[in-house]
């Protein structure tokens, strides 16, 4: 679900801005093009790898397609010290590749490792950790797979591959029922229509209406379980707001079938890889 | 320094990944295109507000021109229950410009503020802090446009207008006069030369052969005490390596001229923002 | 939902298309830039107006944003003789831009003709004419909104915007239960799945597995009924495959809930439209 | 004739539309990367076989240049059942290909079986049957590339190759001869200058001042003769308006040296081919 | 014949490349947003102006479409000290555009005012100059409108809207009938075929089988002449290979009908045009 | 310092803007896509080869990979009649890169030969012939590049890799030491400081507060010969302005540093390079 024929011109762009006009000046001056080297991603520290092969790796390929590599699987765990990626050939083509890989790989692996953490706290209560569209302009694809890497699921990745009726939608419409059958009406078939309700009389309209997902934003874990109560499996009920390491179980055993956190990408830290080089 | 020209190409490009082939279906489905609404964007915690004129209002402006909105000043200190920016247009041109608008608005202000931070420590003494090239890739200029907001300063922006000889590079020519000299030789007589320096010898060689700047990474504040006595000002000392909050100050006391800090852009936690919307 | 930002650069392709590397060398030879005009688009035969004013005029705006226009409303039915579409400014920039608008109206027109008598034939049934992605390359939003202007409504637009299970996808999984599971686990939580079903006995597996949408493709209209009575409304049900505006009514009385049809885009023939122009 | 360098842009463009941004969610949740498979084009209909090998074959080259193929040459006829295109690679990419190669091919076929159909009406009088500018906008050059396979020939791709003189140019100019001079003063010299005449006396005009073309538009067979006679090969003659497949004999028994059809390509229906897959 | 719409796009490609990642760093440090100056394009030589209206000020205009301006026309001669274009507008802006503004306008002025020497060499003789496809790579609309400005004319854009048939098409085909037969049958009839012959045998060949165009590539006068009186107008006449000043009039006086010079465009000296600003 | 990835995307524009919509009419009329040929660069002159293998040859590869060629090293001074770059190859794919290949060779060529006889004149002398931001729009990678074969060396590339202080910016701070103030607090510590000086007053306040380089423009040689004085190696001084090969050896004894010269890009003719082919 990375379509590589897509990434290459998002990793094009991405070393353009890191070349600039003239590429990397200081190697340039005093490499040769032939002298080869072997250079390997060590991971500074415990974390889930994410983006190895199919991002880092790629980012060096795109440089000299010559370059031969091997990595670590998706979503394996690997320690500080150990090895991630393994990579040879020129030494001109690793170093100019270096930066923008890590700048991905550390990124990328930091969504993932955040997520399995929420993901080891709701486990095995039959539960989704999902995303938002709260992702890095220009990243979403790239983040949103980290996500998955890491154990999570996927919201919609745009405002055309999803319905989301909010406060202002049902304000405008007057009611959730004419929201929902405005909606219904408009959109393609195949997607399924989620609306975020406030209160407990509000989740009844959503479900007299056939409403697929309601979303319960910054509600406290009581009225999540009435709310569970009522749906009675009829519609997905999806937690939101103020979500964290240590509540994220709490609001996992109200029954809620999924729940969405913002902070899996706009507020992962990058974690800590750096490349060594054996010329 | 923002060139506008070119920050609507990417700006233009976030909004179609956020738009999808089709745009927003939800709103499409509810609002006619003529219902005007007033919206603002928030402030949910203390932060250095930046970029809500020059980036987060023209995603609004790409969408719809004649949205007309007021901002705060960048680098303005806001507190929580402030609004940042408010807006005024279609209703539906404003929630379709929403998402996009607010990552980037919450990730610069996001790096201003942890920028910000630093800046306080150190201050009065005459040392920079300064970001580096652990960026998102794609938003260079803009992660370096938040730093400067924060009152930070900006190194090399790519590979290609500042040059930088690391240990690989010193090692191939096998002396610090020889890599400078390589190195001199071929690049444009407009740019500096920095070199990294493991130790006071190496220190010693770079102020032999007249290098610009010399960087020190992972070095304790007694020899970085030791370089600036030695440099005497006839080149820019730059400190880098594990510098946190808790012990920038007394890196800065060294009398370093230059402290570098990847965290400012790769681990800057966003900042709370949300948008509020008046129909 | 025809995005603006986007279709400009649809439209300037098309142009570049059209103007070649010095744009239009007759008249440019003998119009000077300030010669004014009036120019109309006339109908040849009775047709429902699809992009006159958002797609057609569109192409004007961008090769001079001072032409002004009035346009028909989309949907609207027109007669032969009947102005669509009138057009002031610049005769240099009515006859540069009068092929491309000319060729865009002519076919969504069409589409959005053929669409409407299709649904004209099926009503009041409760049942939607839907679109396939059998459309044009690269212009797959154009033509989808034509359908929508004829009444019709829009399937997936695209492989990831939607799930449709076929017999490659059975054959590989092993069983419809299995493979509905893998999709189930692999999508967001936003998207419906949709299982392509040849046999009734395969109807009741998807009903049993909480498939939400069944696609009955070539199959008579005997089993379709067989089918209804079956779902009771568990499922959406889709026929597709040979349906032409002689057999489309019967289809729809079996009591699906769609009926797909690839010809609304491969094949409406497109509809006569001419330009006129008053110097 | 098909620039492949260029092709690949508009498939990429292609395949963009119909991934969209995730690429196919179905197939990437049941095959694995490496379940190999044999696909097939079968026609559904007799028809002329146009682009096979030269643009679908080349979809699936971009979605995995390991696909091999073996493809039925460009004009041959095939029957109802034959294969035309035969493929082996990953499943997975077989798939992702599918829908953007049959859609160019369906209608690449349509536009070469209906142009044959008109050439095999006119053969073999010295006539030739021509496209126009009445193409789908975004696929010109390869709806042309199709007329020729169909055994038609191609008039000018753009505005800017090519000269056509028409009335609201004549009515400016204030006569043929001036506005013939005015264009043959301004455009390259290797272009030949075409005029639209509507009466027998524009057809002396036109010879008069040496022009090489001379569009007869919607005039009557009668009429059309006595150009031709008028014309004594000093000009070409293109008749065109209102040309089908069962008056284009006539026509072109009236000595003409080209007719020009633009439903060629706006009006060919896609023929119907389907994609067997052999897992 | 100079299309905006694309011209535009070249134009931001040109600025991109002059104003790097970041601007005029120097002029950003000095200057505030709303500092407005006047600006003046002055001529430092005698020189033909092309494209100060058309092309330098369009580079102002994208950069701050308020810039206001005042320009020669194309084609008039300007001495040393006249003003060419006056701008007025941000001076941070004007300084932005000022180099890119007068690299085009600088090149452009220098071959038209080249092309304006060899036409008037050749005054009042009927016969053409024009250029030829030693154009700069990029460049080719721009250059080719100043041959037009300085009085030439154009020879073919690209290999697709002309027909050049040279030693190696002949020695492939087996001979000039045969090669103009195969081409004539391939190409749309809107262009003319040209041939490059080298012997008066040639020319015969050339205009028995009906050639429009004769190229006579560093052929003799006396040669020239005769190919003029074996012509009898039948055939455009070329005349092309070291041509100079000192020698074009010589070679028109043959009676040939074009002159063709790649000089014009590959080694026009710029002219010498300096912006003097007015704060 | 040529990045190949970014090459690549210029060299499509260039061979996009040469073939047009339908590329090379007339040989693909006449030869097959499998008849081979060999093809030879060959000099019209004496000149320094430039960019033969890095940039003519890279042309050919993009038409078609499968291309093979050897090249002249760049820097190698070649005589009139000798050989450049071998091709072999389709001889289809040969003549369609052909002109634009020799488009760039014979430029880049130009200017590596302009910039040796600069260098020669100047030689053995501690200075060196830099180049400007003077170059073609669109090619300004390139032509540096050929000023650095040539001998030469590169200043800076863009507004935003360089800082330059001119008049207009010192009238608005007031005095150089503001000005150098506002730019240096501004600026990436990167980089270093030029300030253009009129007068030795200027020199002496450029000297006192530390300014990098300073650009004496236009001034007479006992002039620069004081500056040289007055600088005793604080600052890099730089020469620029009506420097011709007759007087480059003068200001060069002046003992500036850089002596720049417009005319190198700006002015250099382009060589004469031929292609022969032999089927």
């Known amino acids: 679900m990375l379509e590589e024929l897509f990434l290459r011109n998002a990793i094009d762009a991405f070393l353009a801005e890191d070349l600039g006009a003239t590429g990397d000046l200081t190697s340039a001056a005093i490499f040769g093009p032939h002298e080869m080297a072997r250079a390997e991603f060590v991971a500074q520290e415990s974390m889930i790898a994410a983006g190895m092969a199919r991002v880092a790796a790629q980012v060096f390929m795109?440089?000299?397609?010559?370059?031969s590599f091997t990595a670590v699987e998706d979503g394996q765990m690997v320690s500080a010290g150990e090895s991630m990626l393994t990579l040879a050939g020129p030494v001109i083509d690793l170093l100019k590749a270096e930066r923008v890989a890590l700048n991905l790989g550390q990124r990328l692996s930091g969504i993932a490792t955040l997520t399995r953490r929420f993901v080891d706290q709701v486990r095995p209560l039959p539960v989704a950790i999902v995303d938002t569209r709260k992702t890095t302009p220009g990243l979403r694809v790239l983040e949103k797979y980290a996500v998955r890497v890491g154990g999570g699921r996927n919201h919609r990745f745009s405002?055309?591959?999803?319905?989301?009726?909010?406060?202002?939608?049902?304000?405008?419409?007057?009611?959730?029922?004419?929201?929902v059958f405005l909606v219904r009406a408009a959109i393609p078939h195949t997607l399924r229509i989620e609306v975020e309700a406030d209160t407990l009389s509000q989740v009844q309209d959503c479900l007299d209406c056939g409403v697929d997902i309601i979303l319960l934003d910054n509600v406290d874990c009581a009225t999540l379980r009435q709310a569970v109560e009522m749906a009675k499996g009829r519609a997905l009920l999806e937690a939101s707001g103020g979500i964290r390491l240590d509540n994220v179980r709490q609001v996992a055993e109200t029954g809620v079938d999924l729940i969405s956190i913002g902070a899996l990408t706009h507020s992962a830290p990058s974690c800590d890889i750096s490349m060594r080089i054996f010329c």
């Open 62 to 67: 795109r440089v000299n397609p010559s370059i």
């Open 159 to 179: 405002l055309s591959d999803g319905v989301m009726i909010k406060d202002n939608h049902l304000a405008a419409a007057g009611s959730i029922a004419r929201a």
